[in-house]
């Protein structure tokens, strides 16, 4: 099967790392996998070790007609049998392609609406396939009246071989942070904002290093609320044990370095990429109960679901994970559950299937 998978967005979000997961996924598996992308972005770069054929495109709105131009130009160079995209300002330009060239689409959608209400009625009807990425994310457009035939679920896939656990890099990670090999490691990786819930998850961490002296957290990532944390942590007698090595580019091999995650959102999330990544490096999760972060982990066998925004809960659960043998057994079961359900070539089949199922 040929692929041209169409998105412009110059930024590096998690939809851009799905969409180089996926097409990465689908070139792995043997079909033929086009690009068609913001030139030097982070989708451009992502791709760049791989078999998928990168061509230039820049969609700045759904009136750009020289995103039209590189679209049609690499359609009909590749001539594929799908035109595949993942970002919302692409969705009618690529409906209206699709019916000029008479190529099936298949669009994503990584966000529950808001669509503007007119787009969220249309086009799920209008695309060939329309994916959400989470069961939660579907049951929001089956909330605006679209029928559960149109929204079709696929789940972000995770490339194992650049999460599977080093040793070696663990090492070397831990000492760059100044750690301990015997360290209890509890990170978070993501955008910092409250509503990601680091506040919460900073109180619960600080609370369970009092009772817990080989407790440390790793903060990875930044954003608007990164310096109102950091001051947090500066002013606690835990100080020491926080760390902060601000945004990672290549966050995996960084997985290999903790013993846990944490993902504490009191926000709604769509899915969850990163809990499946940690997990895929044999790093169990402890995650809020909600939006989709329930869908990325097994219940008490890779991680453990809990309130949003409930210090203590959190607290406890970081201190019954410091056991050694629980964080073993969590770890391993972690890697084989994302192994079975997000690994790359699992999601490349279902996502085959959807495309050819009907």
């Not at 209008?126 to 009246?145: E, I, N, P, T």
């Not at 929204?151 to 100044?178: A, F, K, Q, T, W």
């Not at 608007?224 to 601000?246: I, K, M, V």
């Not at 991680?303 to 994970?321: E, F, Q, S, Y």
């Amino acid at each position: 099967m040929k692929l041209l998978f169409v998105g412009t967005n110059p930024e590096n979000t998690g939809a851009a790392s799905h969409f180089v997961a996926l097409a990465q996924a689908m070139a792995a598996a043997g079909h033929q996998v086009g690009a068609a992308v913001f030139p030097d972005g982070p989708i451009w770069q992502g791709l760049a070790r791989s078999n998928v054929r990168r061509y230039k495109a820049k969609f700045c709105n759904v009136f750009d007609l020289c995103g039209y131009a590189a679209v049609i130009k690499a359609a009909r160079q590749l001539k594929p049998d799908w035109l595949v995209g993942n970002f919302g300002k692409e969705y009618w330009p690529l409906i209206l392609i699709g019916r000029l060239l008479r190529i099936p689409v298949a669009l994503f959608r990584h966000r529950t609406p808001p669509m503007k209400r007119l787009s969220a009625w249309l086009i799920p009807r209008l695309a060939q396939r329309f994916l959400a990425v989470s069961k939660h994310a579907r049951q929001a457009y089956l909330d605006r009246g679209v029928p559960g035939s149109l929204v079709r679920v696929l789940y972000n896939p995770v490339n194992m071989e650049l999460c599977r656990p080093d040793p070696h890099r663990r090492s070397e990670i831990r000492r760059s942070l100044g750690l301990d090999e015997d360290a209890i490691v509890l990170g978070y990786s993501g955008r910092m904002h409250g509503g990601k819930g680091i506040f919460l998850l900073f109180e619960a961490a600080s609370a369970a290093m009092t009772a817990q002296p080989r407790l440390h957290c790793v903060w990875l990532g930044d954003g608007p609320d990164s310096l109102a944390l950091r001051e947090c942590a500066a002013a606690d007698p835990t100080a020491s044990r926080h760390h902060f090595p601000g945004w990672i580019a290549d966050v995996q091999p960084y997985y290999s370095a903790l013993s846990m995650l944490a993902f504490p959102s009191i926000s709604v999330e769509t899915f969850g990429r990163v809990s499946v990544e940690a997990q895929a490096a044999g790093v169990p999760v402890l995650g809020s109960d909600i939006g989709g972060i329930p869908e990325t982990l097994e219940v008490g066998v890779s991680g453990l679901l809990l309130p949003p925004g409930d210090v203590v809960a959190w607290r406890d659960a970081i201190l019954k994970l410091c056991d050694p043998a629980l964080l073993a057994s969590m770890g391993a079961a972690a890697h084989d559950y994302v192994q079975q359900h997000f690994s790359m070539q699992v999601i490349a089949g279902q996502f085959l299937q959807i495309l050819t199922g009907g």
